[in-house]
């Protein structure tokens, strides 16, 4: 039986799947029937395919040449004489160029050219051994400022150049008079400088540039660049004693510098016309390092330890957060393109029935974009008033919506509720049928 079962197992195998037609044999020259679609191993022709799906008729016009029906490359072309693959052009569509705020194709690739030939110095000046480290720092600084992500980005918004939002942001102004008004600084002014690492330059999530974009006396170094390091030296040079630096773990309390103001404007001892000598125009100056954690505690570190380091209160914090809050699930405005610790998050990690340890409340992570660090600190040292602080806080609030719309993602705040007039519903108009 065994026998009888394998032979006929043989015979099985053998059989073809499907019978031949009846003249397949006899007649050489006539082709083989094409595969049905439900076999294995079907191929069909590539001349029969074309056959079975022709090629939709063009359109007039359409194709001719090096561009297609909607204006993208057809195929590669010489640009400037350097012949260009049909995967460069596309990079450089007219929709792109329109958001790097470029003219034309030609302008891209010199841009690009250029940025590479800077490259190339860059890397043979880190691999010279003869090079102090501090040069090679500002070169390494110098070209992420120039040709980083600033390249095609507006140089105060940081954004791209056909998103720009800087026509769209609050500023307050230093008011010499010292008559109150509306989103004002005061005499005695304070000044805040931004000491930003170089990777944190035209970031477009991120939120230091709004400093010197927003407020009267607002500066923005970068840290390795050679001008920036002699600047930061002279301001701590020249307002020593009045010079502290924002960081969680302070030697000084903010009450302090704001009793020690409000001295000075009762007394008079600060000149309150700015434009005869800007060094007695401001009473304090307050640092505000802009980097990660890691490169922050190395910036700070470069900072002689005799200034003292000031730490935002939480109340601060608290008070501007019920003035602009931000979304439920994030403690930062500049949450929903960073990546923070959301409260829903931290709340899930947290073992039950142990108290947060965070000073800001239950399931708060603590992190706060640098513009919001400085805003709370001027509340609590008494430069701005709380009004003046909600205002400019809610150019957070523009910059997150831009960014999210130049990812052509969903805004995540609704600015026509915000403020009050007429000023926040064109705002939220504008930014609405603005084309991206």
């Known amino acids: 039986e065994r026998q009888m079962c394998c032979s006929e197992a043989r015979a099985r195998c053998a059989m073809p799947a499907h019978p031949l037609p009846a003249d397949a044999a006899g007649d050489a020259d006539t082709p083989p029937a094409i595969a049905r679609k439900q076999e294995k191993r079907a191929h069909v022709p590539r001349e029969e395919w074309r056959r079975l799906h022709p090629k939709p008729p063009r359109e007039k016009g359409s194709g001719d040449g090096d561009f297609g029906a909607k204006g993208g490359p057809a195929r590669a072309r010489l640009v400037g004489g350097i012949l260009r693959s049909q995967a460069e052009l596309e990079v450089a569509s007219p929709r792109n160029l329109q958001l790097w705020g470029l003219d034309s194709v030609e302008a891209y690739f010199e841009t690009e050219d250029r940025r590479a030939s800077a490259k190339v110095s860059l890397d043979a000046l880190m691999r010279d051994p003869d090079v102090s480290p501090e040069r090679k720092h500002d070169a390494s600084a110098r070209h992420h400022v120039v040709w980083g992500r600033s390249t095609f980005a507006c ?6 150049k056909g998103n720009c939002v800087c026509r769209f942001l609050s500023k307050a102004f230093a008011d010499k008079s010292g008559a109150s008004s509306q989103c004002s600084m005061r005499p005695p002014f304070v000044r805040v400088v931004v000491y930003a690492h170089h990777n944190e330059v035209a970031r477009g999530n991120g939120s230091g540039n709004l ?13 390795g660049l050679a001008e920036h390091e002699k600047r930061l030296a002279l ?11 924002l960081w969680p773990r302070g030697t000084m309390e903010a009450a302090e510098i704001k009793e020690m103001l409000s001295n000075d404007a009762k007394r008079g001892g600060i000149e309150a016309d700015t434009s005869a000598n800007e060094k007695n125009a401001t009473g304090w100056t307050l640092i505000a390092v802009d980097a990660t954690w890691n490169s922050a505690r190395k910036m700070v570190s470069r900072i002689p330890s005799s200034v003292p380091r000031v730490s935002v209160p939480a109340e601060a914090f608290q008070a501007l957060a019920a003035r602009v809050p931000p979304l439920p699930t994030h403690d930062s405005l500049l949450g929903p393109v960073r990546k923070y610790d959301a409260r829903e998050k931290k709340q899930k990690d947290q073992t039950p029935g142990t108290p947060s340890s965070s000073r800001d409340g239950a399931g708060d992570s603590g992190r706060r974009c640098t513009f919001e660090a400085v805003l709370a600190s001027l509340l609590a040292v008494g430069a701005l008033d709380e009004d003046a602080c909600a205002s400019l806080l809610r150019n957070v609030k ?8 130049q990812k052509h993602m969903p805004e995540a705040y609704d600015l026509s509720g915000e403020g009050s007039g007429g000023d926040a519903e064109a705002l939220a108009s504008a930014l609405a049928n603005a084309t991206v």
């Open 398 to 405: 523009v910059k997150v919506n831009a960014v999210l719309r």
């Open 235 to 245: 301001l701590l040079r020249e307002n020593a004693g009045r010079v502290a630096v």
């Open 155 to 160: 140089a105060k918004c940081w954004l791209l």
């Open 211 to 223: 400093v010197p974009a927003c407020l009267p006396f607002g500066e923005l170094l970068v840290a």
